[in-house]
Nanobody, 111 residues
């Protein structure tokens, strides 16, 4: 099983990023996929999730700014992040509901 995130980086406040998570080794299309983040000195927090019916859920602190979507044909889940704020700075992890995690990708929002 592998979950490989990409797309993080250093951006200015107000910028956008798109994170990707490529999955392999399990039945991706049937899995609930989530993005979870962890800021320095803080606990991990759920950002967004999407189930096999493409129904989505978002944390209040990203509603209206972030969107999660999936491409089952590519076994990939994405997180589109708009209007980024310094408080969005964190390591972003991809997670499958079976308990699989990726290695994380760093997002830093700073002027």
């Amino acid at each position: 099983v592998q979950l490989v995130e990409s797309g993080g980086g250093l951006v200015q406040p107000g910028a956008s990023l798109r994170l990707s998570c490529a999955a392999s080794g399990f039945t991706f299309s049937r899995s609930i996929m989530s993005w979870v983040r962890q800021a320095p000195g803080k606990e991990r927090e759920l950002v967004a999730s999407i189930n096999k019916w493409f129904s989505t859920n978002y944390a209040d602190f990203v509603k209206g700014r972030f969107s999660i979507f999936r491409e089952n044909a590519r076994n990939t889940v994405y997180l589109r992040m708009n209007s980024l704020k310094p408080e969005d700075t964190a390591v972003y992890y991809c997670r499958a509901d079976q308990g699989y995690w990726g290695q994380g990708t760093q997002v830093t929002v700073s002027s």
